[in-house]
C-alpha cells in the first residue's frame, strides 16, 4: 500500500531534508517529489521508489489499522547528520 501524499512529505519533514535534496538521494527530480507530496499525480512506481528510500533511512510507515488513519515514525539508529545535507 502506498503512503499518501501528506504522509511522503511527513517523512521528508522528519528527516529534517528538502525536497532538492531528497530528489537527488532517491533519484527522482525535485519536481517529481514536489508532485507527489501534493498529489498533483499518482505514479505508482515513482511513489514506491520514493517510500522505499525514505524507509531505507530509517522511517516507518504505519499503514491505517482498525479504523485508524497513516502514521509515520523516524525509526533510524543513525544520527541526522549522517544524512545528505539540507539544502535551501
Keep these: 500500500m502506498m503512503a499518501p501524499p ?6 521528508r519533514e522528519l ?12 533519484g527522482l527530480s525535485r519536481r517529481t517529489v514536489q508532485r507527489l507530496e501534493l498529489g498533483e499525480f499518482e505514479r505508482t512506481a515513482t511513489s514506491i521508489v520514493l517510500q522505499e528510500w525514505y524507509e531505507t ?5 504505519v499503514r491505517p489499522a482498525h479504523g485508524r488513519g497513516w502514521g509515520v515514525f523516524d525509526n533510524s539508529q543513525t544520527a541526522h547528520s ?4 539540507s539544502q535551501s
Design 6 to 11: 501528506n504522509i511522503l512529505r511527513a517523512a
Design 15 to 26: 528527516l529534517g531534508l528538502k525536497q532538492t535534496a531528497v530528489a537527488e538521494a532517491a
Design 57 to 61: 533511512q530509517g522511517i516507518l510507515f
Design 82 to 85: 549522517d544524512r545528505a545535507p
